[in-house]
């Protein structure tokens, strides 16, 4: 059974910024594709942002482009999203989801094969 694992998130100011992570329990993260997604309080989960293992191409929500990073760091085989200059419409539960998909869209939810359990941001105005 894939345990996808998220840390790092928590209480911040409008303004602020948070760095979530991402990590694998028992393997490696070496999935064609991984994405952050996230849903609010009596909202759908929705996309935030994606990548492809090979070539390294991202994809980002509109709402969060300039603003959020996706990266992986090899070394540490964990993914991370950074989050800048947050706002209280990013408060929401954050997840971790990796694809098994090599072609096409990685920016649905049916794209996705394995999610993490989530952690709560929020943003206080």
């Known amino acids: 059974q894939v345990q996808l694992v998220e840390s790092g998130g928590g209480l911040v100011q409008v303004g602020g910024s948070l760095r979530l992570s991402c990590g694998a329990s028992g393997r490696t993260l070496n999935w064609p594709a991984m994405g952050w997604f996230r849903q609010a309080p009596g909202k759908e989960r929705e996309f935030v942002a994606a990548?492809?293992?090979?070539?390294?191409?991202?994809y980002y929500a509109d709402s969060v482009k300039g603003r959020f990073t996706i990266s992986r760091d090899r070394a540490k085989d964990t993914l991370y999203l950074q989050m800048n200059s947050l706002e209280p419409e990013d408060t929401a539960v954050y997840y971790c989801?990796?694809?098994?998909?090599?072609?096409?869209?990685?920016?649905?939810?049916?794209?996705?094969?394995?999610w993490g359990q989530g952690t709560q941001v929020t943003v206080s105005s």
């Open positions: 990548v492809r293992w090979i070539g390294g191409s991202t």
């Open positions: 989801a990796a694809s098994r998909t090599t072609t096409g869209s990685i920016t649905n939810l049916s794209d996705y094969n394995y």
